[in-house]
């Protein structure tokens, strides 16, 4: 199936369309997508006419071109009738909006046999039922809510699926703007009777350019399509990470392991998966935390490179010790490691700093400056770290409380950081007045992060995903080599 | 010890301005109480002169009145005979910002000792050594980083005693600023040398009016101080909170236990304080979402009065399927309650919405009424649920995304449980747009959170409450019965 019609359609049509409700789903689909996004649309309408200067055609058959891509918001039964019209003018790919498939079961499940019966002979990139559809900055976006209400993410590196759309739209796209995360498309599978997470591994994986991070937000995988879906993750070049959301993940991974035919208890399936070099966050946050780090590094002028290899040694510094304690008690649970400082270093670290802290700050690991530091302090100390191969990675915990720390302190850091291209991730406050200093290291990406814990689970995020990324070299020789 | 001359004092002294250095911690705090706060300040400087138009005097003993506050920002040596000043002069309550006493251990401690011996002799409330002190508002304010770059909590309910200062800013200010939590006073105790934690719980709970919530951060208590009090958390009428924060709780608790004379191992601990009656919050996010209830139902204008009591039993309401399954799954691990709803109930619920969604929309519990919901909607199924005796409080998902959900929702709401006064807890996405939908909520004391997690924490932070005041009365008529 050619998913790249349905997520990259040169030009689509929307059937749905009504001229008294301006908020109908296919009417806002249509307008949305005349203004907003790059696609060539076209509405169907029966008795023709127009809405806001776009012309309405009365039938498919009647459309100036044969459209790659059908969006479909009306009733079930219409809908299927909809699908045999892509069947005929080989349309080749639809989504479908509205409900009463196999969700409602009964004759819905019939409706759901029927609809796949016709998309897999006609070979018809069918997205949904049920599903709000393909979010694909800047070609199409077939979200059927105002794009005012809601909240878009920019452009990045993920290709985010999600089994509920509105999860998709209010946790992972309200949150993605807060931490700018940027996704190369968006999809809410539905139902998934057509299309579903393998078809989707294996587009993102090995035909979209565009991605180099490919999460799902499952709640569990479709019946049959476990095996194909951990082997196309294992050769996969880009980053796959899974999160099972909604029920308790035990519970929806229990269930889901039976149909999936692997054995029916959480424990096996997270080894499978991680025997398959998927990256399965532990909490929400934990996901978005890894999201962040993966896409802000995948842009191609980070300067640590493509791949970032950290085993967990850090150093942390800090210009509180309070904040100093937390990160450093945070440290075990995600697998990381604080590097001991030879009385020769830390007589070093001592000899770098402004002589009112030398005798204040604390030269161990976590380093804790004090709130009487000043900008070259900080300066010079990531400097000296940089240089200590046994460092892997900086945590910054940067509070811009203290009175001496100014405003041009990110991009100081962040010029350092270019040069000496040793990984660093930063705390700062989620405090609109710190803006400044936020952007300063994220234009030079740095990762920013607004709270401790994220900041440590961004080092573990790298340390894990150079745990599979070594997993799929040793793996990628063996197969060379046999 | 009079506290209140410390927290409520009409007039303070601040020693420790430099006159070159405009960032010194004693002339950051001479010129914020001078501009910003309402208490009287002095600031004592050797050769006199002035500074931004204040004049400085020469020694404490030059003022015009005895102060009844000082606020020593020096070293420690100097601090030790400025405390002794205090005892000459009769000044009841001191701050000591700076550090160098038993945090340094050997001739600090020794310091520390001396300090806290003239002291108690001279019944001295001195806050500190080595912390930020006091900010109660609009009085007072001695922490010594610059206004602007800090964030305050609005005025509220809340005396919150923190052992970190960095945390009492960072994470807690900004915090209780982006949640609308008020503070009475925020104390930052440091050593806690003379004034500590059970001093603190005996002054918030039995002497200031203001406050109604006393909450805890604490590494752990201190020595010899855990059962005394306990028996204060046991008497007060205010809701006492006490949250173990820095080190894995466990070995932090443990560790002072042994100190504090009671078993040395978590979970008695945490039982202990369980039976006096002290709310123990599971995460810093709990705690948050716990002082936010308790303030915003502080108010006496609350539509639900003094205590909202609740055993669990909830409905929630959603616009949005996943949403609704994300809370239903939380409520079991916070010991609520989905009530069930009879046949006659479900039918009453399908035909108090409009026809569209009559037979999509789901009446169980949760009921979730789906993106085709209007604002007519929402308030017939909140305002026949109000009239249900059986449940204790409402939980509404309200994502504004779907397009027929008007601006006004908020009041709209609002208007029926002001009547009503059944209790409801909202989510409402963290979104700016949205504020206008927040405010009219919060206006009239509903609480909104902006995380589902949040909102089922908040109803189980009421059912917490409700058994620490229905012990609290039985322990009255105990004793008051013997």
Redesign the interface.
């Known amino acids: 199936m050619d998913l790249e019609r349905l997520f990259k359609p040169k030009s689509m049509a929307v059937v749905g369309i009504s001229k008294k409700n301006p908020?109908s789903p296919g009417r806002?689909v249509l307008l949305k997508n005349e203004f907003e996004m790059n696609v060539k649309v076209y509405g169907i309408y029966p008795n023709g006419g127009n809405i806001e200067g776009i012309k309405l055609y009365e039938r498919l058959d009647k459309l100036p071109e044969i459209p790659d891509l059908l969006v479909i918001a009306v009733g079930p039964d219409d809908t299927l009738n909809y699908i045999k019209d892509c069947a005929n003018l080989n349309i080749p790919a639809a989504v479908i909006i509205g409900?009463g498939f196999a969700e409602i079961g009964g004759k819905g499940k019939k409706r759901q046999e029927e609809l796949e019966k016709i998309a897999f002979e006609n070979d018809i990139a069918v997205l949904g039922p049920n599903c709000l559809g393909v979010y694909a900055p800047p070609i199409v976006d077939t979200i059927f809510?105002?794009t005012?209400?809601?909240?878009r993410p920019p452009k990045g590196s993920v290709a985010l699926i999600s089994q509920?759309?509105?999860?998709l739209?209010?946790q992972f796209f309200?949150k993605f703007n807060?931490r700018h995360i940027g996704v190369s498309t968006a999809v809410s599978i539905g139902n998934r009777a057509v299309v579903d997470e393998e078809m989707l591994l294996e587009y993102f994986s090995q035909v979209d350019p565009e991605t180099t991070n490919i999460a799902f937000y499952l709640e569990g995988f479709k019946e049959g399509k476990a095996r194909k879906f951990l082997q196309l993750a294992k050769k996969s070049e880009d980053t796959v990470i899974v999160f099972f959301?909604?029920?308790?993940r035990e519970g929806k991974v229990a269930t889901q392991s039976h149909t999936a035919s692997l054995a029916g208890d959480f424990k096996i399936i997270y080894n499978a998966l991680r025997q398959h070099y998927i990256i399965q966050p532990h909490s929400e946050r934990e996901l978005l935390t890894c999201l962040k780090v993966y896409d802000l590094l995948s842009h191609k002028r980070n300067p640590f490179g493509k791949n970032v290899i950290t085993y967990g040694n850090v150093a942390i510094v800090s210009v509180?010790?309070?904040?100093a304690?937390?990160a450093s008690?945070m440290l075990k649970k995600y697998g990381l490691n604080a590097i001991r400082f030879s009385q020769q270093e830390k007589r070093k670290l001592k000899s770098l700093v402004n002589s009112t802290i030398q005798d204040?700050a604390s030269f161990n690991n976590p380093i804790d400056l004090t709130?009487s530091v000043l900008d070259r302090d900080i300066e010079n100390i990531i400097r000296y770290l940089s240089d200590l191969d046994k460092i892997e990675c900086i945590i910054l915990l940067l509070?811009?409380?203290?009175?001496?720390i100014s405003f041009q302190i990110g991009s100081r850091i962040a010029n350092i950081i270019t040069s000496k291209k040793k990984p660093i991730v930063c705390f700062v406050?989620?405090?609109s007045?710190y803006s400044l200093i936020i952007e300063s290291l994220e234009l030079a990406y740095i990762p920013v992060f607004h709270s401790i814990k994220e900041a440590v689970q961004a080092v573990s995020a790298l340390k894990e995903r150079t745990r599979v990324d070594n997993l799929k070299i040793k793996n990628l020789f063996w197969e060379r080599s046999t």
Chains 1, 2 share one sequence.
């Open positions: 908020l806002i409900g809510l105002p005012e209400r809601i909240t509920s759309g509105g999860v739209v209010d309200v807060e959301g909604g029920k308790t509180s010790g309070g904040h304690v937390l008690d204040i709130g509070l811009p409380y203290p009175p001496n406050p989620y405090v007045k």
